[in-house]
């Protein structure tokens, strides 16, 4: 089992910045990528950015390109979500999510095995 915590939400006017943390312990051996989503009011979750694991293989939604960073502290075991010029659009709960699946960093839901709580960011404008 792989635990996941996110941290780091909040409230910032359009064009500011926020970065997410997200803390994985447990088996995190077995972790081949991670991925941050968001989901907002009375929309499905959707994928903002992956990257495998090990390092390297990243990508991103074309909404989020050139404005958020997806990194990781291999150290602390940390991935993070580094957010610039925010938009209202972006107002969201951000997740993140770890997978089992070796292959290309994955846009789709089903293929993260486990999630973390959830970090609400609300961009004003």
């Known amino acids: 089992q792989v635990q996941l915590v996110e941290s780091g939400g909040g409230l910032v006017q359009a064009g500011g910045s926020l970065r997410l943390s997200c803390v994985a312990s447990g088996r995190t051996i077995s972790i081949y990528q991670m991925g941050w989503f968001r989901q907002a009011p009375g929309k499905e979750r959707e994928f903002v950015a992956g990257?495998?694991?090990?390092?390297?293989?990243?990508d991103y939604a074309d909404s989020v390109k050139g404005r958020f960073t997806i990194s990781r502290d291999n150290g602390d075991n940390t991935a993070y979500l580094q957010m610039t010029s925010l938009k209202p659009e972006d107002t969201a709960v951000y997740y993140c999510a770890a997978s089992r699946t070796v292959g290309l960093v994955s846009f789709k839901l089903l293929r993260y095995d486990y999630w973390g709580q959830g970090t609400q960011v609300t961009v004003s404008s």
């Open positions: 990257m495998r694991w090990s390092g390297g293989t990243l």
